[in-house]
Each structure stands twice: as C-alpha cells, then as structure tokens.
C-alpha cells in the first residue's frame, strides 16, 4: 500500500469522524444548525434520526480506520468501505445536497484510485 493511499483513506476516515460529531453530537446546536441549514425546530424534530444516522458515519469511519491498521492485506475491505462512501455521497447528493457528492464522495474516489494504483 502506498503512503498516499493511506493518507487518502485516513482522510476519508476523519471526514465521516467528523459528520458522526455533527450528527451525534451538533445536530441542534449552532454549528450543527449552520452546517446543515436547518431551522431549530428541524433540528429538534430530527434529532433522534441523526443520531442513528451518525452512528452509520461512524461505522464507515471504524471501518476504514480498521483497513489502515491491517495494512495491505485488506485492500479488498478498504475497497469495499470506500465504495460505501462514494454510494452513500451519491445517495446524500441525489435526495440532500449536491455538496455531498464533493465532501464526501470524491475523497473517497481519489483514495479508491490510489489503492488501485498502489496494487
């Protein structure tokens, strides 16, 4: 595995550590409300919903973290994960917002790339 490609990945692991924080942890607060361009009342309507959204955030994040420290021989599970997020980018961009689809999904292709690269 190459040194770009796990700096890729690690990336893409710490952009869904961060949604998991703000869906979890900031859903109704400022940053949260600022962030997702929701209404306090949204917010609070929503919260539960978040939450269990951000878990999944944070599973993607687990997971790709769990690639890293198996090295090279998980190049097909880091693959998968990876594929996971540019799905899930696709889905937020098609029903959510288009910017989904460049915080998210394109890390992941760029990290997908330099896996298949490195192979």
């Given at each position: 595995m190459?040194?770009a490609?796990?700096?890729?990945?690690?990336?893409v692991?710490?952009?869904?550590?961060?949604?998991l924080?703000?869906?979890?942890?900031?859903?109704?607060?400022?940053?949260?409300?600022?962030?997702?361009?929701?209404?306090?009342?949204?917010?609070?309507?929503?919260?539960?919903?978040?939450?269990?959204?951000?878990?999944?955030n944070?599973?993607?994040?687990?997971?790709?973290?769990?690639?890293?420290?198996?090295?090279?021989?998980?190049?097909?599970?880091?693959?998968?994960?990876?594929?996971?997020?540019?799905?899930?980018?696709?889905?937020g961009?098609?029903?959510?917002?288009?910017?989904?689809l460049?915080?998210?999904?394109?890390?992941?292709v760029?990290?997908?790339?330099?896996?298949?690269?490195?192979?």
């Amino acid at each position: 595995m190459s040194l770009a490609a796990d700096i890729a990945t690690g990336l893409v692991a710490l952009i869904h550590v961060y949604i998991l924080v703000l869906e979890m942890f900031l859903w109704d607060k400022p940053r949260g409300l600022r962030v997702f361009g929701m209404s306090a009342q949204v917010a609070a309507a929503s919260k539960v919903l978040a939450k269990n959204q951000g878990l999944y955030n944070g599973f993607l994040a687990a997971g790709l973290a769990w690639t890293l420290w198996l090295g090279p021989s998980a190049d097909a599970v880091r693959l998968l994960f990876l594929d996971f997020v540019v799905l899930a980018g696709i889905y937020g961009a098609a029903t959510a917002t288009r910017r989904i689809l460049y915080v998210q999904a394109l890390p992941a292709v760029v990290a997908i790339v330099l896996v298949m690269l490195a192979r």
